[in-house]
């Protein structure tokens, strides 16, 4: 490969990915074209980009970006293949979920939700919750309190303190 094209390549990689919050390094080297392209389906259909790229090349991309994403280097080595998303657990689940029936893909490394996971983090990173998932959670957790407030005045315990109310604020 020229190096005009190798650095073309490296501008594509780190595009893609400051497009994408969270991205796995993962092994997929063994897989026969039939199992590949089932793994390309499914990460098509979960919105994860799959992208088979050359170790260096995503060295020197991750280098360029302003992350500092050094602790990853160690796991550039074989096969790399990059799962790019914006969940933050979809690549863990499609892996765990595809690798029952397969002896690949394996987890090397992934930058997930600002933080590092190795390879050994897998379910870890299968239970992990995005911020919106979190926020969700949190209103729910804020509404509580006013929905059994208002449950209350509904019931007919409820219809009684509303009529006493009333007839109070109308004195």
Request: charged share 25%; aromatic share 6%; hydrophobic share 35%.
């Amino acid at each position: 490969m020229r190096k005009e094209d190798k650095a073309t390549v490296i501008n594509q990689l780190k595009t893609t990915i400051g497009e994408y919050s969270h991205f796995y390094l993962a092994d997929i080297a063994g897989l026969n074209s039939e199992q590949t392209s089932s793994l390309r389906r499914q990460c098509f259909e979960n919105d994860i980009k799959l992208l088979v790229v050359k170790n260096t090349l995503l060295k020197k991309a991750l280098e360029q970006l302003d992350t500092d994403y050094s602790e990853l280097y160690d796991s550039l080595s074989g096969s790399t293949s990059v799962m790019l998303c914006n969940t933050g657990n979809a690549p863990a689940k499609l892996i765990k979920s595809f690798s029952k029936d397969n002896e690949k893909p394996a987890l090397k490394a992934a930058y997930v939700e600002e933080s590092f996971y190795g390879a050994d983090q897998l379910e870890a990173l299968v239970a992990i919750k995005s911020k919106n998932e979190l926020i969700a959670e949190v209103i729910g957790l804020l509404q509580s309190p006013a929905k059994n407030v208002i449950s209350g005045l509904q019931a007919s315990a409820g219809q009684k303190i509303l009529g006493e109310l009333e007839t109070l604020s109308k004195r």
